[in-house]
């Protein structure tokens, strides 16, 4: 199961999919046990990001299973998974990171705290090789990037929420 959700995009849409009774998030089977049929069980909030403090927190739907009597729930792809920074702020984190600007200059220009960009640097780092491999499987045009230019080129020419949702169907992301 994927948890992300690829087409929620906006806020505005998951506020929307919700009013509308919230089906597209519920999977098709348990992530645990796979049986199918799960049912609708409430809700928990949790920060959309710290920017729109207006919009904050957001309910996120919990799902439980009959068989195994687990829940499981699904974030929309505007929704960073086990991050209160938006994928946004990230990206552009990690491409001035990428383009050799320092920790310091990083963290005066976007705002964020050292130790979030160099968390979110030595992030990207451990997993770099599994990611890129996924990633070029997944998207042809990518396998002909060389190693040094591939981060800055993928993050570059598509947005890091769209890279986070292809890696989540097969990976674990954040």
């Known amino acids: 199961m994927n948890r992300i959700l690829v087409t929620i995009t906006s806020l505005d849409q998951h ?5 509308n009774g919230g089906d597209a998030y519920r999977p098709a089977s348990c992530p645990h046990c796979q049986s199918g049929g799960l049912w609708h069980h409430g809700c928990y909030h949790r920060k959309a990001d710290r920017s729109e403090a207006r919009r904050n ?26 991050r209160w920074y938006d994928w946004a702020i990230q990206q552009v ?20 705290a050292r130790s979030t960009l160099r968390r979110w ?32 080129q993928v993050i570059s020419s598509m947005s890091l929420a769209r890279v986070m949702t292809q890696l989540n169907q097969d990976l674990v992301v954040p």
């Open 15 to 19: 506020f929307d999919e919700i009013a």
């Open 57 to 82: 927190p957001v309910a996120i739907l919990r799902f439980l299973c009959n068989a195994c009597l687990r829940t499981c729930s699904r974030l929309p792809a505007c929704i960073a998974p086990r």
């Open 93 to 112: 984190v990690l491409l001035l990171l990428l383009a050799g600007v320092s920790l310091h200059q990083s963290c005066r220009q976007t705002g964020c």
């Open 121 to 152: 640097r030595d992030w990207l780092q451990t997993r770099s090789a599994q990611f890129s491999f996924f990633l070029r499987s997944r998207l042809p045009e990518l396998g002909r990037l060389p190693e040094p230019d591939f981060w800055p």
